[in-house]
């Protein structure tokens, strides 16, 4: 009987040498999970890198930030306003840790882009006009502390009004702010490394609802190298 029930297994193709002789499937693209990686894969051809922001996204987050706090400061009712303000804040951090799950990888016919704009993007070599790299300027610390000291009295002249006048809501969300401003800062110092030099890709057709054939990437300056190097010889743009 157990003769009978092992032959029967085999001629079913239960025999586990058989997935030893399966071919390999071609394996479709797609991107890891994974801490900043900045640097070529095993493929030769492709490069890949996690170490890398899309100034897009920013533009796109201070965009909501703006539009969903000026609704808030609508409400009158302080109980609904703290509710509401807890909700924004909630639903703005969990954005702003999409925006960081972000990476670009060089494919056989099309640039691939991850979190661009809290969404997968990818960008065909033939519609890509030209490509520039540009070295990121940092501040020095004496220029930063100058801006810092020039926001917060920007920062006191625009609250002190509505504060004088009883109402409490703009000072609120400014202090709802600050540890959320904290975390965000401490969570982009810890995930990226080295964002010195920024990409210009310009495409040769703009979509109707674009505002600049540009598209932004800013990573370290050997990804951006290798990014760069890769799109202009690649010959699907010739």
């Known amino acids: ?3 009978n029930t ?3 297994k085999k001629l079913m193709g239960w025999c586990p040498a058989c997935k030893k002789i399966e071919p390999e499937k071609e394996q479709t693209f797609c991107f890891a999970n994974q801490a900043a990686v900045s640097g070529k894969t095993g493929n030769p051809q492709d490069t890949l890198t996690s170490n890398v922001t899309f100034p897009a996204n920013t533009s796109l987050f201070v965009l909501l930030y703006t539009v969903g706090f000026n609704l808030i400061l609508r409400v009158e009712d302080l109980s609904l306003f703290l509710a509401g303000l807890v909700l924004l804040n909630a639903i703005y951090c969990r954005l702003a840790l ?6 670009v990888r060089t494919g056989s016919k099309s640039l691939y882009r991850r979190g661009f704009r809290l969404k ?7 519609e890509i006009e030209s490509v520039g790299a540009y070295n990121l300027e940092k501040r020095s610390k004496k220029s930063s ?10 920062l006191c002249v625009a609250l002190a009004y509505p504060a004088l006048e009883g109402d409490w809501r703009p000072v609120l969300l400014i202090i709802s702010i600050f540890p959320f401003t904290l975390f965000l800062l401490a969570k982009q110092k810890s995930r990226y490394q080295d964002l010195d030099m920024q990409l210009y ?18 990573t370290d300056e050997a990804s951006a190298i290798r990014l760069k190097s890769f799109i202009e010889k690649h010959p699907e743009r010739r």
């Open 1 to 3: 009987m157990n003769l």
């Open 6 to 8: 092992e032959y029967i």
């Open 98 to 103: 999409k925006t960081f799950n972000t990476a």
């Open 120 to 126: 997968d993007f990818e960008i065909p070599y033939e």
């Open 145 to 154: 502390l100058v801006l810092y000291i020039l926001g917060g009295i920007a």
């Open 201 to 218: 890709i310009k495409t040769r057709n703009k979509k109707w609802y674009e505002w600049t054939p540009y598209y932004s990437i800013i």
